[in-house]
């Protein structure tokens, strides 16, 4: 995948996009107005922008537009996380894991899950 930057927006609509594609822009206007108070056409926008990055393709079908990812969700987080820890903890992930792990909740499940993959790491 390409270096894409997908707005805060924009992860909203693939995120829609991911869950259910194929789907019509309809199809997208309709579950996103249970999530954001945006028009059809603000929506319809953001589809063709991510059209133009790549990020999505489309195909008519009669009079519908219908969409479907051109990547996937995890190389997007990929990405996504790679450009935070770069930008914000200048590419060191420990203390990026120390913050979220001293400034967050986390059940008895994490924590073990997070053991396990240290563990994992560690051989």
């Known amino acids: 995948m390409n270096?894409?930057?997908?707005?805060?927006?924009?992860?909203q609509v693939m995120n829609i996009i991911w869950d259910g594609q194929p789907l019509t822009a309809q199809e997208i206007v309709s579950r996103l107005s249970d999530q954001a108070d945006w028009a059809p056409q603000t929506i319809k926008t953001m589809l063709h922008r991510l059209v133009k990055k790549e990020v999505l393709?489309?195909?008519?079908?009669?009079?519908?537009?219908?969409?479907?990812?051109?990547?996937?969700?995890?190389?997007?987080?990929?990405?996504?996380?790679?450009?935070?820890?770069d930008r914000v903890f200048s590419s060191e992930p420990a203390p990026l894991l120390a913050h979220f792990m001293q400034h967050t909740k986390l059940s008895a499940e994490e924590i073990a899950e997070l053991r396990r993959i240290l563990d994992d790491k560690e051989r």
């Open 57 to 85: 393709t489309f195909e008519e079908q009669g009079n519908r537009y219908v969409y479907r990812s051109r990547v996937k969700r995890s190389a997007c987080i990929k990405q996504a996380s790679r450009a935070f820890l």
């Open 3 to 11: 270096q894409v930057s997908i707005s805060d927006a924009e992860w």
